[in-house]
T-cell receptor, first 116, second 114 residues
Framework: TQLLEQSPQFLSIQEGENLTVYCNSS?????LQWYRQEPGEGPVLLVT?????EVKKLKRLTFQFGDARKDSSLHITAAQPGDTGLYLC????????????????FGQGTILTVHP | GAVVSQHPSWVICKSGTSVKIECRSL??????MFWYRQFPKQSLMLMAT?????????EQGVEKDKFLINHASLTLSTLTVTSAHPEDSSFYIC??????????FGDGTRLSIL
């Protein structure tokens, strides 16, 4: 069974601060996805990282996939109240060859609150 | 982009009734659909995986007779909560995968059993 440890579970910060969310595992994933979810809605895909060591940027969000494909991080620069939400990381099993056909292993989630 | 539609978005019903939730992939063929359950402020818990035309694979601890899943076509999967009770109240989310599409999620269904 693959596990994905996500931390921190809760994060409450002021507007303008920086933050980092981590996802760690002892298992290797073929890819890792980051989602953002607002209350009463489904998760929305932010990014997929596939290559070990890969770094992807999405405006103020920077995503990194570990060299060994076992861990990932999400860094937000100058957080804004609109960034508030539940952030989820999810790893795709290696046998799926990087596709989404396999079951995703989800982290426990990080509830981010950015105060104005 | 690809869209997954889930219906209804909110349902309230009496204890003992059965409730059907639909999950549709609108512009791609979903060979695999997943059903999740989510409690407040928690991550998603996978309930079952369904492949078009075959029986669903349930996760450990999920009662297959309680949560009936049908994936009769490449664009539609349904989850039926049979003889629902208050403990079945939750947020249910589906996702669909197929072709070159990453897994896309529906907007979820909030189920409240009185």
């Amino acid at each position: 069974t693959q596990l994905l440890e996500q931390s921190p579970q809760f994060l409450s910060i002021q507007e303008g601060e920086n933050l980092t969310v981590y996802c760690n595992s002892s298992s290797v994933f073929s890819s890792l996805q980051w989602y953002r979810q607002e209350p009463g809605e489904g998760p929305v895909l932010l990014v997929t990282v596939v290559t070990g060591g890969e770094v992807k940027k999405l405006k103020r969000l920077t995503f990194q996939f570990g060299d060994a494909r076992k861990d990932s991080s999400l860094h937000i620069t100058a957080a804004q109240p609109g960034d508030t939400g539940l952030y989820l990381c999810a790893g795709a099993p290696f046998w799926a060859g990087g596709t989404s056909y396999g079951k995703l292993t989800f982290g426990q989630g990080t509830i981010l609150t950015v105060h104005p | 982009g690809a869209v997954v539609s889930q219906h209804p978005s909110w349902v309230i019903c009496k204890s003992g009734t059965s409730v059907k939730i639909e999950c549709r992939s609108l512009d791609f063929q979903a060979t695999t659909m997943f059903w999740y359950r989510q409690f407040p402020k928690q991550s998603l818990m996978l309930m079952a995986t369904s492949n078009e035309g075959s029986k669903a694979t349930y996760e450990q601890g999920v009662e297959k007779d309680k949560f009936l899943i049908n994936h009769a076509s490449l664009t539609l999967s349904t989850l039926t909560v049979t003889s629902a009770h208050p403990e079945d109240s939750s947020f249910y989310i589906c996702s669909a995968a197929g072709g070159n599409q990453p897994q896309h999620f529906g907007d979820g269904t909030r189920l409240s059993i009185l």
